[in-house]
């Protein structure tokens, strides 16, 4: 069984920093795209950032220039760097990985989710 667990989130003041860290647990072969995504409340879920296991990054507009994504294969981890965040950055952010154990197909596994609150 393979679990995904979430850690760093909180309540910051607009232009602070927080540092999200995603680590994964279980049988494990290979971990392919780990990533973040967030939910507003009324919103639907959305793309923060995402890194392949080559390091090809890709990042939502709203995440340019201020977020940073990373990823420790070692410790199959994967970090959000969050800085000069904004009140509309305040979400639930989740973790992703698509995840392959021996003998099966990729599968994708969600985190449990991290409340960040960003006051004004």
């Known amino acids: 069984q393979v679990q995904l667990v979430e850690s760093g989130g909180g309540l910051v003041q607009a232009g602070g920093s927080l540092r999200l860290s995603c680590a994964a647990s279980?049988?494990?072969?290979?971990?392919?795209?780990m990533g973040w995504y967030r939910q507003a409340p009324g919103k639907q879920r959305e793309l923060v950032a995402t890194?392949?296991?080559?390091?090809?990054?890709n990042y939502a507009d709203s995440a340019k220039g201020r977020f940073s994504i990373s990823r420790d294969n070692a410790v199959n981890t994967v970090y959000l760097q969050l800085a000069n965040l904004k009140p509309e950055d305040t979400a639930v952010y989740y973790c992703?990985?698509?995840?392959?154990?021996?003998?099966?197909?990729?599968?994708?596994?969600w985190g449990q989710g991290t409340q960040v609150t960003v006051s004004s």
């Open positions: 890194v392949t296991t080559g390091g090809t990054i």
């Open positions: 279980g049988t494990i072969f290979r971990i392919d795209t």
């Open positions: 992703y990985m698509r995840i392959r154990q021996a003998f099966m197909s990729a599968r994708d596994y």
